[in-house]
């Protein structure tokens, strides 16, 4: 502390606010309670990762994304690694912009490393194929298999699970996974197709203008109808023999595309209550991302995982 | 489908109080409680989410506490007292129907809720019928997933066993009984004294409901027993297809 008069007196630091949290409901006791603990197995895995770009296309069409993913206040409380990862990378030709969420499997002490996998190479197995095929004719179970195979080849490899079967690899290390595929550049309609594929409860949705803007899941709502709710999900490494097809929607200007983890979709429910409601006036369009981050991190009584969020708005 | 106000996970003590609890184990039994609400006090994560409810039998059964939020200032902690016989027939039909009643009544409220867990703390055998305590038992949790047949809310059953409770009428309680999630029951050693054995029991239970936040950071959606070699002394833990006897 320095005297009034003192060597700081002629610093001027610029007012600003303090930078606040975005409360959603009750923010729950957890919120105002919990002292975050670093993972000393994990020491250079962030807790806070962002992006921010705008995506120009060959023909003069341009996306706007905005990406962050937030440790959880439950693995904060536990000193467990974020377990969610995101990812999004744009075709040589410019064409496409290919965006991932991944949100690792909790029971699995590696899957942080599964869900970078996932977001990682599953992104660049996608731009390879979009190299000679149209994103109609993806070949999907591929880029799920080559994820897999990844996967399976890290444990092997490089966590000592030399012998391992699948289930062994996933009980260390596995993820959900979501992929969207969506045109830098309009169609003449003004559209831009997007396509969909997820595995898990990773969730996709278009998020609509109007009175009151609409969530529209390009999937099942996760535990809906349910009598008690259930945490199972599919996850890669393992890839289903029946694989659902992938969704194809398209993008108009005054949209979104938003992929998220169930950190985020859980508390969304079917997009309807206070969580659609405030997130769809904060997303109408693209916020700066400082303030992405503290929305996608917003609190809620219970709701303590991981948030992963990837936006994509088109740019008029 | 909205959207759910918070997720939630349901506990219930039900709490043999037949006149042989009497003394020194009616103390503390008394003591479980207090003792939970402390350790869920210091636990936010998990203090957010638990829901626990106290249910008690003797010829019949009360629910003494209805599940409500224990670090919710305007709660009283109730008194345990013995008075009568043990009729576990009355106590699981009245938990199959205060189950039935408290996950609807927090899913008409917009919550999401996780499967129920009931703690079973006996230290006698049954007095009513065989037949009748067992088709209860029944009622309260069979399910057939495919055919969507029987108590979807079922709970999860922890016995607990002291003093003269059977272990062969304990190990019949645990549900579910095998599979992924099958649960464990906890009996007092032979010799021990039950009072210990019910503050080693409140211990177990205590340390289930704390783990089970651990337990949803770390992939499972439920309660998470301790690990048999975790146990406080003199009681031990047992699995339904153990032959221990």
């Known amino acids: 502390m320095s005297a009034p008069g003192g060597r700081h007196a002629a610093v001027e630091r610029p007012e600003r606010p303090p930078g606040r949290p975005v409360d959603i409901g009750d923010p729950g006791r957890a919120a105002a309670t919990v002292v975050p603990r670093p993972d000393g197995r994990f020491p250079f895995h962030n807790d806070i990762v962002a992006d921010a770009a705008r995506v120009p296309g060959p023909a003069g069409g341009e996306l706007h994304l905005l990406a962050a993913s937030v440790r959880g206040l439950s693995h904060l409380y536990y000193g467990k690694v974020r377990q969610d990862a995101f990812g999004h990378l744009v075709t040589r030709d410019g064409r496409w912009l290919v965006a991932a969420v991944a949100d690792g499997v909790s029971a699995g002490s590696h899957s942080h490393v599964a869900a970078e996998i996932v977001t990682r190479l599953g992104c660049r197995l996608l731009v390879e194929q979009l190299d000679d095929r149209p994103a109609a004719e993806l070949d999907w179970r591929a880029v799920l298999d080559g994820v897999g195979g990844e996967i399976v080849r890290h444990a092997r490899q490089r966590l000592g699970l030399v012998d391992s079967t699948l289930p062994d690899v996933a009980g260390r290390l596995a993820a959900t996974a979501l992929f969207a595929v969506v045109a830098v550049d309009p169609a003449e309609t003004g559209d831009r197709p997007v396509h969909v594929m997820s595995l898990g409860d990773t969730s996709a949705w278009v998020l609509r203008p109007g009175a009151p803007p609409a969530w529209d899941p390009l999937q099942a709502v996760k535990n809906d109808g349910s009598v008690v709710a259930s945490a199972a999900t599919m996850a890669l490494p393992g890839v289903p023999v029946e694989l659902a097809p992938p969704v194809t929607t398209s993008l108009t200007p005054g949209e979104a595309l938003v992929l998220m983890s169930d950190g985020v979709g859980d508390p969304l429910g079917g997009g309807t209550g206070e969580v659609g409601e405030y997130l769809a006036g904060a997303w109408r369009e693209p916020p700066d991302p400082f303030t992405f981050i503290a929305q996608v991190g917003f609190r809620r009584r219970t709701y303590d995982d991981d948030r992963t969020v990837l936006a994509v708005w088109p740019v008029q | ?245």
């Open chain 2, 1 to 245: 489908m909205g959207e759910d106000r918070a997720k939630l996970l349901p506990f219930y003590l039900v709490i043999d109080m037949s006149y042989s609890m009497e003394g020194e184990n009616l103390q503390a039994a008394n003591d479980i409680m207090p003792a939970l609400a402390d350790a869920i006090a210091e636990n936010p994560i998990i203090g957010d989410k638990v829901r626990f409810g106290l249910v008690d039998f003797a010829d019949d059964a009360q629910v003494l506490l209805p599940l409500c939020d224990l670090l919710d200032p305007d709660i009283t902690l109730p008194g345990l007292m013995t008075r009568g016989g043990t009729s576990y027939a009355a106590a699981f039909r009245l938990m199959r129907k205060q189950i039935e009643h408290d996950v609807l009544q927090l899913k008409a409220d917009n919550y999401s809720v996780h499967r129920p867990a009931m703690f079973f703390l006996s230290d006698g055998a049954p007095t009513d019928h065989d037949h009748d305590w067992r088709s209860a038992f029944h009622e309260l949790t069979h399910y057939d997933r495919q055919t969507g047949t029987g108590f979807a809310m079922y709970p999860n059953v922890i016995p607990f066993g002291v003093a003269n409770a059977d272990p062969r009428t304990m190990q019949s309680l645990i549900h579910p009984a095998d599979g992924v999630k099958q649960m464990r029951m906890f009996v007092m050693d032979e010799g021990n004294k039950p009072a210990v054995a019910i503050r080693a029991m409140a211990e177990i239970l205590i340390s289930s409901v704390l783990n089970s936040g651990m337990g949803m950071a770390t992939g499972s959606s439920g309660i998470a027993l301790p690990d048999p070699d975790q146990l406080p002394g003199g009681v031990s833990s047992h699995t339904a297809d153990e032959d221990f006897l």
